[in-house]
């Protein structure tokens, strides 16, 4: 594990509240390694969710640089954004955000056809994908026909259609009883030993963050 997949140096987000300025991330600097489960932990209002979303170029921070499998985004387009969104990171969240008239297979799909130049067959990737998660008996299920845990893991076969180095989650298990929530972090887990995936876990829960390789932890915006 001796390249950054994420190399965040003196990253700043500020919030205008009323007359007042708020650091919701303030002056944060890290490096994650390839093939490292990392967890971001806090209270709540901590700015875990802030970070996250500037690591995957869903918010564009005020200050401090940002490198992503050694591509600087803190400056990029939107457009570049989308493209670095699309072949470099996956996203789970807590609600699945899946599409509801779409099955299993079709929404792990969706990333490969939206890629600018495709390496995968779609149905084939979605296929293999959901069958190593232990999900071949429900490929044609759609999300209301799933558990949350199986509509969780289709999430997670869907951040991964495109291979990408970088996998971000936003409390993954938050929305879970305590058992799908140990499958859930077996599948992570699974993506990074079948993959090499570099996995970033926010989450509140200690129970998650011990199963991670190392935390990082945020109080107001800082690093302590």
Excluded: C, W
């Excluded at 500020?14 to 650091?23: A, D, I, P, R, Y």
């Excluded at 994650?32 to 970070?51: D, F, M, R, W």
């Excluded at 058992?179 to 998650?208: K, Y």
Aim: charged fraction near 20%; avoid cysteine; charge should be negative.
């Amino acid at each position: 594990m001796d390249k950054p997949i994420i190399e965040v140096r003196n990253l700043v987000k500020q919030f205008s509240l009323g007359s007042q300025v708020v650091n919701a991330v303030d002056d944060v600097s890290f490096t994650i390694q390839a093939g490292e489960i990392v967890s971001i932990v806090g209270p709540s209002g901590s700015g875990k969710s802030t970070l996250l979303g500037l690591i995957g170029g869903l918010d564009t921070a005020t200050a401090g640089t940002i490198a992503i499998d050694g591509i600087e985004i803190s400056q990029m387009k939107e457009k570049e954004l989308t493209r670095i969104r699309n072949e470099k990171i996956g996203f789970v969240f807590q609600f699945f955000n899946l599409i509801p008239t779409l099955t299993a297979l079709e929404n792990v799909a969706l990333p490969i056809q939206f890629a600018r130049t495709p390496q995968f067959n779609p149905t084939q990737r979605s296929q293999e994908l959901l069958t190593r998660l232990e999900l071949d008996d429900r490929l044609y299920h759609r999300p209301q026909q799933l558990s949350g845990g199986q509509q969780q893991r289709v999430a997670i076969a869907r951040a991964l259609a495109n291979n990408p180095p970088l996998l971000l989650t936003d409390e993954p298990t938050g929305n879970l009883n305590t058992e799908a929530g140990e499958l859930v972090m077996s599948t992570l887990r699974r993506a990074r030993d079948d993959f090499g995936t570099t996995v970033v876990i926010v989450t509140h829960d200690p129970d998650i963050a011990a199963q991670t390789d190392r935390s990082l932890h945020l109080v107001d915006g800082r690093l302590v």
